[in-house]
């Protein structure tokens, strides 16, 4: 042991200089290195970490938003589908509407047409006739010279009206 | 002036060289030739106090204002989106807690240690590097010693002195320990030298099992050779480097000796490559240490 020492010149005190370099080195590299690194390095992990989780779920919404968006547009082309169809079919019922009325008011005019012809035809023949009577009296007259009494007059120019009818 | 580059390890070897070589060269000069001499011991620069500062201890404290610096410029620039340093250290960690991680078996444990280990591979690398760095061992002064002019660098590189290495595989055996009674509790750490549990309970587990008459003591004896083994543990640590990197500094003198150019280079790069797996042997042996020694012995 004395010849160790001696060979390699051990020193106690240069032995616990050592010692204090160490401590000051391990002191140093704790403090200023590991600690501090493996604190940052862990949080970075925990915020990769965080951030790929976020990513995931965004990426699910959008997928999801995606899909509903298609889900709506088909729910409102159908909806418009379904618009267009009853638009459709109320056009044509009002067009048939029209159509009935229209014809329906031809109709009454013709009727009333043809009845006001109606009635203006009778009006007519009514006066013709009553013409004709007095032009008949009036003849009647001049060939009698004379007149009949009242009623027999009436009788017969009925007779010769009826007679012409 | 004659010079003499002498490479012997040891004192007497060396005196008895320089003077053959005395005779041949300081014959024709009537000078009084240099000894520049390998010391297996460092040599003391000046007193500070009670303090005898020899060259590798100036030298160690270079290279741990080296990590002062390097540590205070890291803390300073360290940041959640990694540059240039961080980035290098980070990368650095990262292999070296894959390493841990084979040894520890948990990654949380390696984050643990990281940092008592990494001390002594961080120290021990500066260490061994710095002793290569021309001017280390090689810039000095000429002081008269034993009637001969022996020259004695001012620096020397900080590994290549077994105070150096004794310290620090002192407190990693003792550290070692330390990390052991607090992960297991002082009465099982204690057990696993002095095995007074195994004693213990031969009377209890005798009808049970009888050969435990026989194991046991066995295993109270095994517990004894521990001890043993921790001694083992500090000679090997601290010889392990003192020898190696000492021996790259007598090889790279020798071959600067014999032809001082070109020559030596391939040897440099062999001595760059030879300090880093010291301290990474070094290191990794202590978390060897340490990771045996904060797990309860299984039987």
Known sequence: MDSLISTFHLDGKLLIAQMVNFAIVFLVLYFFVFKPLFKVTGDRSLTIEKSLKEAKEIEARLEKTKAEQKEMIKQAKMDAAVVLEEANRQAEERKLELVAKAKEEIGDLINREKAKIQADKSEALREIRAEVAEMIKLSWEKIMHEKMDKTTDEKILSKVIKQME | MAETHSTSTGIENNKSQSEASHDTSSSATGHEELVHEHTLFAEPIFELGPLTVTNSLLTSWIAVCI????????????????????????????????????????????????????????????????????????????????????????????????????????????????????????????????????????????????TIIIVNPIKAFVGLIEIIGEVAKVASLSFRLFGNIFAGEVLLASMAAIIAFAVPIPFMFLEIIVGLIQALIFAILVLIYVSISTTAEEH
């Not at chain 2, 052991?180 to 057990?191: C, D, F, K, S």
């Open chain 2, 67 to 210: 990590i002062l610096v390097i540590g205070l410029a890291f803390r300073a620039q360290l940041r959640a989106v990694p540059k240039k340093l961080q980035n290098i250290v980070e990368m650095v960690m990262e292999k070296f807690l894959e390493i841990f991680d084979a040894v520890t078996g948990s990654r949380k444990q390696s984050i643990k240690l990281a940092p008592f280990v990494m001390s002594f591979f961080v120290l021990i690398l500066i260490n061994n590097w710095l002793g290569l760095i021309p001017g280390v061992g090689s810039i000095g002064q000429v002081v008269m010693h034993d009637g001969h002019k022996t020259f004695i660098p001012f620096l020397r590189g900080g590994t290549a002195d077994l105070n150096t290495t004794l310290a620090l595989a002192s407190i990693a055996v003792v550290a070692s320990h330390i990390f052991g009674v607090v992960a297991v509790g002082a009465w099982t750490y204690l057990n696993k030298f002095i095995n007074i549990k195994a004693i213990a309970e031969i009377p209890k587990k005798f009808l049970k099992d009888p």
